[in-house]
Structure formats: structure tokens, C-alpha cells
T-cell receptor, first 123, second 113 residues
Framework: GAVVSQHPSWVICKSGTSVKIECRSL??????MFWYRQFPKQSLMLMAT?????????EQGVEKDKFLINHASLTLSTLTVTSAHPEDSSFYIC???????????????????FGPGTRLTVL | KNQVEQSPQSLIILEGKNCTLQ??????????LRWYKQDTGRGPVSLTI?????NTKSNGRYTATLDADTKQSSLHITASQLSDSASYIC????????????FGSGTRLSIRP
């Protein structure tokens, strides 16, 4: 249980193009989804937190107009990197939190379950 | 300031040997502490979770300990295998909220044959 998928697993794009990354909770509903960025040999850095049906909350220093987040359902969130540049090349990881979506404090209710990540390379 | 510090930053051991990774935290209010394993190019996978009242938690060859008084945790790996090569990340939750977590910088473990 508690499986989170990301698509694509890797993407290469030209500078100036936009790239969309999907994050899905496969076997549970997620009240909240999180997006992280990880540079080589560094820890995960939280970019934004999104709740289904509402606007995402971005961390300080993260451009909301560049990193568009849509959380249209309890099982899907998307991150769109607009007008990507080489400095946006990174490993993007999402996580999903069940919260109380299952109807109560079920096991794992306050845990973040991580996706496998998406490697973005901007040429 | 809420912080999670891990040591060592990196570690190389021979296959079959044991090792212990350390995590010190200054986080308040503390809810729980998790150890994750992150293989290169993959997302983190949870190994153990401990709340304030738990001292130790095992998951196969992985044993985590928690001393809430000294605010220290350790992850002990027994009889290491090549597949244990990964980064191990200590993560502390505040307020029993999934949104309030502090990541350690991780320990990069390499197992040599």
C-alpha cells in the first residue's frame, strides 16, 4: 500500500520549453501533496505544498509563476516547469500525505509517501 | 532553530560489516522521527518510524534507536550488503503534522565487496 508514482521518470528538453511532471497516489487518496527538488549530493528541498482544490503554498525563493502546481484531484498533482533553463535541471520528487482523506487517523495518516522522482535535464 | 544533523557525511565499509549512522536533532515540538533509504536516482523509502515513547525499532537488518532526552537517534545496519549502498536520511516531524518535517542532510553509505 501507499504507492506514489511519477511520470515521466526522466525528461530531456530544450531551453525555453515547458515540462509537466505528474504525481499520482495509486492506492490511497492524498489530502496534501508536496514537491521537492534535489541537487546532486544534497538533501531534498521543499518547493511547495498543495492541497486538493486550493492554491499551492510555495517556499521562500521558489517562483510560483515558473513552477506551476495543479492539484486537481485527491490522487493527482502536476508540476509544470515553465520556460525551463539549464539551471532548472534537477531531480524532482513528489510526496503524498493521506491526512484524514481515508475517514480518520489511519496508519500513515501523517506520513509523506515519496514518489520515485523525475530527472529533468534542460539543454 | 529546528535542525537535524547527521554524521558521518559519508561512509565506506566492506560487505558483511556492521555500521551505525547518527542523527542529532534540535526540533520542538517533536512528534516522530523517521529514517529513510534513498537509492541513487530514486525517491526516499521509509525504513523506520519512532515516536517520543519508543526507544528502538527494527526492520530486518536495520535497527533504529531514539533517545528523546539527548535528542539523538541512530540507525544500525547489520551484516551489510551491496544493496545497502544508498543515502540514509533522518527526518523529524513537528506537531504530528505531515507538513512540518525537517530533513537531515543524509549519510552516503557505500558498501565495498
Amino acid at each position: 500500500g501507499a504507492v506514489v508514482s511519477q511520470h515521466p521518470s526522466w525528461v530531456i528538453c530544450k531551453s525555453g520549453t515547458s515540462v509537466k511532471i505528474e504525481c499520482r497516489s495509486l492506492d490511497f487518496q492524498a489530502t496534501t501533496m508536496f514537491w521537492y527538488r534535489q541537487f546532486p549530493k544534497q538533501s531534498l528541498m521543499l518547493m511547495a505544498t498543495s492541497n486538493e482544490g486550493s492554491k499551492a503554498t510555495y517556499e521562500q525563493g521558489v517562483e510560483k509563476d515558473k513552477f506551476l502546481i495543479n492539484h486537481a484531484s485527491l490522487t493527482l498533482s502536476t508540476l509544470t516547469v515553465t520556460s525551463a533553463h539549464p539551471e532548472d535541471s534537477s531531480f524532482y520528487i513528489c510526496s503524498a500525505n493521506p491526512g484524514l482523506a481515508g475517514g480518520g487517523r489511519l496508519p500513515g495518516w501523517n506520513e509523506q509517501f515519496f514518489g520515485p522522482g523525475t530527472r529533468l535535464t534542460v539543454l | 532553530k529546528n535542525q537535524v544533523e547527521q554524521s558521518p557525511q559519508s561512509l565506506i565499509i566492506l560487505e558483511g560489516k556492521n555500521c551505525t549512522l547518527q542523527c542529532n536533532y534540535t526540533v520542538s515540538p517533536f512528534s516522530n522521527l523517521r529514517w529513510y533509504k534513498q537509492d541513487t536516482g530514486r525517491g526516499p523509502v521509509s525504513l523506520t518510524i519512532m515516536t517520543f515513547s519508543e526507544n528502538t525499532k527494527s526492520n530486518g537488518r536495520y535497527t533504529a534507536t531514539l533517545d528523546a532526552d539527548t535528542k539523538q537517534s541512530s540507525l544500525h545496519i547489520t551484516a551489510s550488503q551491496l544493496s545497502d549502498s544508498a543515502s540514509y536520511i533522518c527526518v523529524v516531524n513537528l506537531y504530528s503534522s505531515a507538513s512540518k518535517i525537517i530533513f537531515g542532510s543524509g549519510t552516503r553509505l557505500s558498501i565495498r565487496p
